[in-house]
């Protein structure tokens, strides 16, 4: 029985050797990967069955036997198969030759949003001034947004805010005041406790139901300022926006303070500064008066103190509030709020070297 199986695996690795050389193909190679490895009715699989009564000398050389070709098999058909994937790797390189003196696409590097960039200043002039910076809530109550800043329910002066309302009692805010209203009452609880002076600065979306153009939009960010304590006046207000307003525009920038009217503040005052286009000249940009409108500032009102639980004969505050909108269409010669709405990287690239 022994010669007998190596004269049959002999004749079958003769027959392998005939059909491995008209391989041509990777589909030849798998039929006879199947026919001479994996199939069921492969010699070297068969055999086993078959020498299963032989003695266990005939069993030790027989099976090496087997071991030993299915070795070769597998070799020589790897290396067939590694050979048609070189062939397949070269074609595809072919296809898909690089073109070495082609200029490479390089990596852009991001920039800061005209807006961010105009935040942070103003977040590291404040900050230097001893101010906290806060980011409060879009949704507000009617309470915090109206009624504790001295707009009773029917009070005139709501019709200006144009308001978003979600429900009878909650708005989309139309001002970061309403953390001047949330951070009095807050302090109100502290009682005896209340730090000499407090300088807080919100800074945020606000909502507005105005027609988008040019110069308005319905969303847009506001930047409001509380400097509360016991000894605080209307020169601090002026000295605050004065200084802060050099810090942003320059130097040589000069305000100017009008009688105003706000429900929160009394007094009331306007702020305008030197147009930045023709430095009071009088130009197109600030309709040739010499003079660009920047903010809105005053004294926070008895009544404000009042109805957010604050001793107003013991606490006085400044407030003042503009749109960061503004002062980034002043500061970088921008004439359509939309521009930074819009994510055009044309426009958006433009402030790469700012802020740097």
Same mark, same amino acid.
């Given at each position: 029985?022994?010669?007998?199986?190596?004269?049959?695996?002999?004749?079958?690795?003769?027959?392998?050797?005939?059909?491995?050389?008209?391989?041509?193909?990777?589909?030849?190679?798998?039929?006879?990967?199947?026919?001479?490895?994996?199939?069921?009715?492969?010699?070297?699989?068969?055999?086993?069955?078959?020498?299963?009564?032989?003695?266990?000398?005939?069993?030790?050389?027989?099976?090496?036997?087997?071991?030993?070709?299915?070795?070769?098999?597998?070799?020589?058909?790897?290396?067939?198969?590694?050979?048609?994937?070189?062939?397949?790797?070269?074609?595809?390189?072919?296809?898909?030759?690089?073109?070495?003196?082609?200029?490479?696409?390089?990596?852009?590097?991001?920039?800061?949003?005209?807006?961010?960039?105009?935040?942070?200043?103003?977040?590291?002039?404040?900050?230097?001034?001893?101010?906290?910076?806060?980011?409060?809530?879009?949704?507000?109550?009617?309470?915090?947004?109206?009624?504790?800043?001295?707009?009773?329910?029917?009070?005139?002066?709501?019709?200006?805010?144009?308001?978003?309302?979600?429900?009878?009692?909650?708005?989309?805010?139309?001002?970061?005041?309403?953390?001047?209203?949330?951070?009095?009452?807050?302090? /109100?609880? =502290?009682?005896?406790?209340?730090?000499?002076?407090?300088? !807080? $600065?919100?800074? %945020?979306?606000?909502?507005? +139901? #105005?027609?988008?153009?040019?110069?308005?939009?319905?969303?847009?960010?506001?930047?409001?300022?509380?400097?509360?304590?016991?000894?605080?006046?209307?020169?601090?207000?002026?000295?605050?926006?004065?200084?802060?307003?050099?810090?942003?525009?320059?130097?040589?920038?000069?305000?100017?303070?009008?009688?105003?009217?706000?429900?929160?503040?009394?007094?009331?005052?306007?702020?305008?500064?030197?147009?930045?286009?023709?430095?009071?000249?009088?130009?197109?940009?600030?309709?040739?008066?010499?003079?660009?409108?920047?903010?809105?500032?005053?004294?926070?009102?008895?009544?404000?103190?009042?109805?957010?639980?604050?001793?107003?004969?013991?606490?006085? /505050?400044? =407030?003042?509030?503009?749109?960061?909108?503004?002062?980034? !269409? $002043?500061?970088? %010669?921008?004439?359509?709020? +939309? #521009?930074?709405?819009?994510?055009?990287?044309?426009?958006?690239?433009?402030?790469?070297?700012?802020?740097?």
């Amino acid at each position: 029985m022994g010669e007998e199986m190596k004269q049959k695996i002999s004749d079958f690795k003769l027959k392998f050797d005939k059909s491995i050389k008209e391989v041509s193909t990777k589909e030849d190679l798998d039929k006879v990967r199947s026919l001479f490895v994996t199939s069921k009715e492969s010699i070297l699989i068969t055999a086993f069955s078959e020498i299963r009564s032989a003695d266990g000398a005939t069993k030790k050389v027989v099976g090496e036997l087997i071991n030993k070709t299915k070795k070769y098999f597998i070799e020589e058909i790897n290396k067939l198969n590694d050979k048609f994937q070189k062939e397949e790797y070269d074609n595809l390189l072919k296809k898909e030759k690089w073109d070495v003196s082609i200029e490479g696409l390089g990596f852009k590097p991001g920039t800061s949003h005209p807006l961010n960039l105009v935040i942070e200043e103003i977040r590291q002039i404040f900050t230097e001034l001893g101010y906290e910076m806060i980011n409060g809530t879009e949704f507000e109550t009617d309470d915090f947004c109206f009624q504790k800043l001295n707009l009773p329910i029917g009070h005139p002066a709501r019709d200006m805010q144009d308001t978003f309302y979600v429900d009878e009692n909650t708005v989309l805010r139309t001002h970061c005041t309403n953390m001047t209203s949330r951070t009095l009452s807050q302090l /109100a609880k =502290a009682k005896d406790s209340i730090p000499a002076n407090v300088g !807080m $600065l919100s800074y %945020g979306n606000v909502y507005r +139901r #105005d027609d988008d153009d040019a110069t308005h939009s319905h969303q847009f960010m506001q930047v409001d300022g509380l400097l509360m304590g016991e000894n605080i006046s209307f020169a601090n207000l002026k000295w605050t926006l004065e200084y802060v307003c050099k810090r942003l525009f320059g130097q040589e920038t000069v305000i100017r303070m009008r009688p105003s009217f706000f429900p929160f503040t009394e007094p009331s005052a306007e702020v305008d500064i030197n147009c930045v286009g023709c430095n009071g000249a009088g130009c197109r940009i600030c309709k040739f008066s010499g003079w660009i409108e920047i903010l809105g500032s005053g004294m926070i009102a008895k009544e404000v103190f009042e109805l957010n639980g604050i001793d107003s004969n013991k606490y006085q /505050a400044i =407030a003042f509030g503009w749109g960061i909108e503004r002062i980034a !269409m $002043l500061k970088f %010669g921008v004439t359509n709020i +939309r #521009d930074f709405y819009e994510n055009n990287n044309k426009f958006l690239k433009q402030f790469k070297f700012f802020g740097k």
